[in-house]
Structure formats: structure tokens, C-alpha cells
């Protein structure tokens, strides 16, 4: 018989409500003036804050599906004001923003490097393997991320992981040697992982005296206690570090991870995914209270030909998925493409921690990048940008603006290779919409 040809989702209606799943758990986004008070300090606050803005069509809900973190265990909404009591303050003296990624000692008595090799996939995968996240390329995004602040590579003599005994692994950060605990992986995915609490450790004795705030990033599967499968990343963010595994980011254990690339950041608020997705869990959706706010795709606004920012990113991730034959470009086997999609998910990823130093908690007022995730397919579904209560915090700690801000991040997915990634594409398309209205 003829292959019958892949159907693809038109990503049309939007929900900008959240799932029918909503209704039913515990989260409850607060209303539009809470949201619009929270992106401010208390009156008299000497705290210089650009403005920015909170329209539910710039930023929708978060989509809360059953199992997410918001669903499971909502965090309390942290506003500006409390923000205020916890942050880590951005001085002259403290402002560089550092990146390590640890060698291997080539005189280990293990082999360490074949720890970051995935058992789970079979040799006929062997010549799809994507590269490892470059990290001058997660130096130069996070450069636009927090721009208004240095961002560099951590570079040490003679420093990375080695082995004192054929039992113990550990990190010489020049001022000492770390000992990192391991273990077997319990799935089997990777031969070995090593502890996230030790690498924190670590990277706490090795943060430079003009450093803001310090991230890892390991090639390495990590784990945090015994009862846990893996993790990805942590951030001690009072004492401004942080850990991020680029391990289970590798797309292709994609399948293994239950990650649908067809329901990824923007097109993850489509209504059709988050209803169907609600009913195959066994919850749908039940009255809730009227408001003011629409729950789908509105139209374009009549002062402006340009499209509301999420739907011009759902244009831009659809126009860009498929390719001349009409084959689904995510579903490439092109180690190029799944290189540039494993850095989407690991910058991401960087950025998320790196906000915990500055003393910004897990979002629950908005779609954002600093909500918690639970999952990674939950974490494939979050958007790579900030809300405005975040934004907010963000920008009164670098001094920059948000169209200052927004052009760095679209100068970074405008780049050869990156912009031809799906994910990028919608990204630079949503901050173009932004700039133009907060222009």
C-alpha cells in the first residue's frame, strides 16, 4: 500500500486560557489587575522600572496540562515587591555573568568522555548524533538574554574532572578538589551520572570575586537524591550558581522522553492539542467564571496590518516546519538541524537558572520562561521569553530596555543556521511583534 502522507496540525484556534485541565487543578492565574500589579514596587520604591506590558494576546496563560508542574504543585506568585526583598543586587564590582563547561583530564583512570554517550540509542543512529550545544553560541544568547551585562567564558589552568582513585571522580576548581559523587544510571539511558548537589558545590568554590552569578554546564546525565531517575539543571540562586546537564536535551532521545516536536513552544497553546491532550488524561473542561479576556486567537488589531505576537510565531514555526516535499523538518534526521534544536532547549534551559540568581522565582502569572517544569515534554512546551512581571525584574537589574533587550535576542535568531530553525523562527518573529509595540 502507498504511504498514506503525514497530517499536520494547522496550530488554529489558540488558546490563550489555558487547557480544559485548568479548570480542574489547583492553579488559578491571577486576574489582569494582579498581573498588572505585580510588575510594580510599592509606591516611594526607588527602583527605576521600564515599562512593559501584559496583554493577554502578548502573553497568554500558561496552558496547564495534567501532570505540570502548575497542575501538580503551584508555586505562590512572586511579585515585584517580593522580588525586591530577595534579589541579588547587580553592583559594579559583581556584574559578569560566567560560563564553565569542565574538561576531562586525559589522565583519568575512567573513561568519562563515553559516559556522555547515550546507551539508548542503537548504532543505526550513529551518523544522525547531533553535536554537543557549542558554548560560545549559549554565551553569545545569554549575552542578549541579560543584555546590559557581561557575559564570558570561565576559563582555569589545569582545571576539570579527574580521577583520584579508580573510585571516586572529582572537579578541580583550582582552589580545591570537589569530589563528585556517582552512580549507575537507573534507566539505563546513560552508563553513569554524576550528583548535581556535589557540582554545585563546586561550582560555588570556583565563583570569581566579579562574578554575578556562575552556570556549569555538563555534558554528563546528572542526579540529585536516590529516589530520582535524573535531573537536568538546579540553581543554588542565593549564593548565584547554577548547574545545567545538556544529557537528556539530546533530541534524539526525543521518543523516550514522550516530547511531541510537533506541540513545542509557540504551538503548544494550540486549542486542538491542549483539548485533545486534556481527554486522553480522562479530564475535560467544566464552566468556569465569565471574564473580559478571550479565551482564543482574537483578530488583528485595526491599527496595525501586523499580527498579535504568539499568533505571528505560530506562523512564522508552521511556515518553517515542513520542508519543499512537504516532510515535517523536525522530523530530520540532519545532525545540523537537531545540533541548532538541542541548543534552543539547552539556552533555554541556561537562561531559566541563571534567573533563579537574580533571585526570580518559578512563574506563575504567565506562559514564561521561569515557570517550573515537571517534565521535559513540559518543558518543550514553555516559551522561551519572559513575562512582563519577570521582564520587569529582569530589566531592573540590568538597566536595559526592553526594545534594547528584545533586538539583541532577534540580532542572535536572525543568525545563519540558527534562523533556520523552526523554534528560532518563531522567536525572532514574536520578538519583532514585540518591538514593534513596545516601540
Known sequence: MPRQPQLICSHQPLSYKGSPHATHCEYNQPTLEERLAATKPKPGTRVPIPPTRADIHHFPAPPVLPDDDLAVEPDPPQDFQTWLGVRNQVTSRRSTIYVASPPVSDAMDVDMDSWTKPLAIGTEHHDQMPSNPNIEDTIDFLAAFYHGLPVKELH?????????????????????????????????????????????????????????????????????????????????????????????????????????????????????????????????????????????????????????????????????????????????????????????????TVSHEIGHCFGIGHCAYYACLMQGSASLAEDMRQPPYLCPVDLAKLLASTRATPVERYSALLEFCGRPRIRELPHFAAYAVWLKASVEICG
Open 156 to 348: 582555569l589552568r589545569n582545571w576539570g574532572f579527574t580521577s583520584p582513585t579508580k573510585s571516586e571522580i572529582a572537579l578541580n576548581t583550582q582552589r580545591q578538589h570537589v569530589r563528585i559523587r556517582t552512580r549507575r544510571s537507573p534507566d539505563g539511558i546513560y552508563p553513569f551520572q554524576l550528583n548535581l548537589e556535589d557540582l554545585l558545590e563546586a561550582a560555588q568554590a570556583m565563583l570569581p570575586s566579579d562574578a554575578y552569578a556562575l552556570c556549569l554546564v555538563v555534558d554528563h546525565d546528572l542526579f540529585e537524591d536516590e529516589d530520582d531517575i535524573f535531573v537536568c539543571g538546579r540553581a543554588y540562586g542565593g549564593r548565584r550558581v547554577a548547574v545545567v546537564s545538556t544529557a537528556r536535551y539530546n533530541p534524539l532521545l526525543d521518543k523516550m522522553h514522550d516530547i511531541d516536536r510537533d506541540h513545542v513552544w509557540p504551538v503548544s497553546h494550540c486549542a486542538r492539542f491542549l483539548e485533545n491532550t486534556c481527554k486522553a488524561h480522562g479530564s475535560s473542561a467544566k464552566k468556569r467564571r465569565t471574564t473580559a479576556e478571550p479565551s482564543i486567537l482574537h483578530k488583528r488589531n485595526k491599527k496595525s496590518n501586523s499580527h498579535p505576537p504568539l499568533e505571528a510565531a505560530v506562523a512564522a514555526f508552521s511556515e518553517t516546519s515542513t520542508s519543499a516535499g512537504g516532510m515535517p523538518i523536525l522530523a530530520s534526521p540532519s545532525p545540523i538541524l537537531l545540533s541548532t534544536l538541542w541548543l534552543a532547549r539547552i539556552v533555554r
